[in-house]
């Protein structure tokens, strides 16, 4: 599996579970369900969003690695 394919990965796993917080939203809308978004699923989501550009760039590199090495 390639790099950016881990990254599309991660990608579609995160967008499936903001789908599915969404779903949660409409039954559960308390102060609760707002201090565990707040807590816990913005920072997740902030560094997918990190992490899918330090994969990128690693995704450029090594491709440049293998392009001077052949």
């Known amino acids: ?5 881990n990254s599309n990965r991660l990608s ?3 967008k499936e579970l903001l ?3 969404r779903e949660t939203g409409e039954h559960w809308r308390d102060a609760k ?3 565990f978004e707040n ?7 902030a ?5 899918n550009s330090v994969i990128e ?4 590199i090594l491709k440049k690695i293998r ?3 052949e």
Request: glycine share 4%; proline share 0%; with cysteine.
């Open 1 to 5: 599996m390639s790099v950016s394919s």
């Open 12 to 14: 579609a796993v995160t």
């Open 19 to 21: 789908n599915h917080w």
């Open 33 to 35: 369900s707002k201090e």
């Open 39 to 45: 807590r816990y699923l913005q920072e997740l989501f």
């Open 47 to 51: 560094g997918v969003d990190t992490t």
């Open 57 to 60: 760039q690693l995704d450029k």
């Open 67 to 69: 392009s001077d090495c």
